[in-house]
């Protein structure tokens, strides 16, 4: 605004020129802008409320990006430990389910071997007469089987609870620790604006406090430029013509805090010339013309003001936050302190429980695996047996054959033996004395091949079929 300093000290002239109307005008809007001094007021709360949460931020976030600083370290202290409990986990897990891949890798081949017993009917010959028909499954005991599966499954079940126990504490222990990391992220301060370089943990109250400053200092000199024009239009108001009383009422009652300069009686003794009074119109029209726009930029910098004033009050909050949080985080890491450890012991305990099933468990799979190859080898003796008979067959009848062709000789022989004899009892009997020789007339000896033992020589009448389905598969043919 123009300064009215230039038409104050004028000589008076004829006021009667003078437009009342208009001054009075210019005077009332005038003083309505003097209520810009609230916002000025406002600014300069604003200014210091800003400088005191600038103190009090910088203290909070010292202290708690001190005490952050040390609960990082020991948030990675304890990932270190998680890392190396989840791994153990992780390790269990995977031999546990390994285990169990080749505990049902053996049951099945024990179930595909029991299967072969059932399906291996006893030849008719080999049982009993009234014997119904039996398998080789009758004669294998199966509450061995039974009680060795019972077994194994008591130890899987303890090594799946083990392994279970562990994995909930390990559980709980990535609570615990996500705990205190979602404190301290979810806390975390995200300064408002943009982006400077790779800072975006720097205060933004500085910056602020130094814009509001800025604004607070053109704000008062606005309201000292709307001041000196109230001044003026008072001053040019009591020198026209019938203006002293309106001066008076108008410039009365003003805001409070406003101070204006004019000297009541300095301004009813001058009196302007009408070429000083029209100059004194133009200056005043042309500050009167600016009242608004100065009134606008008060109002527009209170408002930019508010806004930030709002951020400093947001980060303010946020650095409270973050104390708590931090503060919260502590709480949290003391209390895994105390349960650390337990979560420690707990994986040395797996360690040494699962070692001990694991134990059982291949203890039990070896008693399985023996199991299966005493089935297996049963089915190849019961193999063997029909072999072995068919063997005994050919050989009983090589035997037969090698006594029927010796009794043939025999008979032959026995026959030559008596027709000599009797040849030799007519040539010579009537010529020997009866009694030289009682056993000159004796019949030939005979002689007789027979089977010693009845019973041994019975053999099972098995098929020749069934006997070549054995030899197939021993020979791996069937």
């Known amino acids: 605004m123009s300064s009215s300093n230039e038409s104050i000290d004028q000589n008076p002239f004829d006021t ?19 209520s810009s001094i609230n916002q000025v007021w406002r600014a300069n709360e604003l200014v210091t409320s800003t400088r005191r949460s600038l103190e009090s931020s910088v203290i909070a976030r010292a202290r708690t990006d001190f005490l952050r600083s040390g609960l990082d370290e020991q948030v ?7 890392n190396s409990t989840r ?11 390994g285990v169990i891949k080749d505990l049902d890798a053996a049951d099945e081949r024990l179930r595909q071997t029991l299967k072969q017993l059932r399906a291996t009917v006893v030849e008719t010959s080999l049982r009993p007469d009234g014997d119904g028909e039996r398998s080789l499954m009758d004669f294998v005991d199966e509450t061995g089987v039974d009680g ?86 008072v001053t040019a108001i009591k020198q026209t013509e019938g203006g002293d009383d309106a001066a008076q009422q108008i410039a009365g ?27 004194m119109m133009e200056v005043l029209e042309k500050d009167a013309n600016q009242v608004e726009d100065v009134v606008m930029d008060i ?34 890491l003391e209390h895994i302190g105390s349960r650390l450890p337990g979560y420690i012991t707990q994986s040395h305990l797996f360690l040494m429980r699962w070692d001990e099933e694991k134990s059982k468990i291949e203890e039990r799979l070896e008693e399985l695996e023996g199991l299966r190859e005493f089935y297996l080898g049963f089915l ?35 026959e030559d033996d008596a027709a000599e004899r009797d040849s030799f009892r007519k040539e010579q009997g009537d010529f020997l004395p009866a009694d030289i020789w009682p056993g000159l007339t004796d019949d030939p000896m005979q002689y007789q091949i027979s089977v010693v033992d009845g019973g041994a020589g019975k053999m099972p009448d ?4 069934a006997i070549q389905q054995a030899i197939n598969r021993m020979s791996g043919k069937n």
């Open 76 to 82: 990675k202290i304890l990932e270190k430990v998680r």
């Open 253 to 279: 009652d003003l805001p409070k805090g406003v101070e204006v300069g004019q000297n009541d009686s300095d301004a009813r003794s001058k009196f302007l010339s009408e070429d000083e009074s029209k100059e």
């Open 299 to 332: 109002r527009d910098r209170m408002i930019e003001m508010e806004a930030q004033h709002e951020l400093v009050v947001s980060y303010k909050e946020e650095c409270g936050q973050k104390a708590e949080g931090t503060t919260a985080a502590f709480r949290l």
């Open 87 to 97: 791994e153990v986990a992780v390790e269990g897990a995977a031999e546990f389910k």
């Open 462 to 465: 098995v098929s020749d079929i």
């Open 148 to 233: 060795l599966m019972a077994t194994i499954k008591e130890s899987i079940d303890a090594a799946g609870g083990v392994l279970s126990d562990f994995e909930q504490s390990n559980e709980a222990f990535d609570g615990d620790l996500d705990g205190v990391k979602d404190l301290l992220e979810s806390r975390s301060i995200q300064t408002p604006g943009p982006k400077v370089g790779n800072d975006r943990r720097k205060s933004p109250i500085p910056d602020i406090l130094r814009n509001m400053e800025d604004h607070a200092e053109e704000m008062a000199d606005n309201l000292e430029s709307l001041v000196k024009h109230f001044d003026f239009c």
């Open 380 to 414: 190849r003796a019961y193999d063997n047996l029909l072999i072995e008979i068919g063997r005994r067959k050919i050989v009983k009848g090589k035997i037969e054959k090698v006594a029927q062709d010796a009794m043939t000789k025999i008979e032959r022989l026995s």
């Open 16 to 34: 009667a020129s003078t437009t009342l109307e208009t001054l009075v005008s210019h005077l009332l809007a005038s003083k309505r802008s003097l």
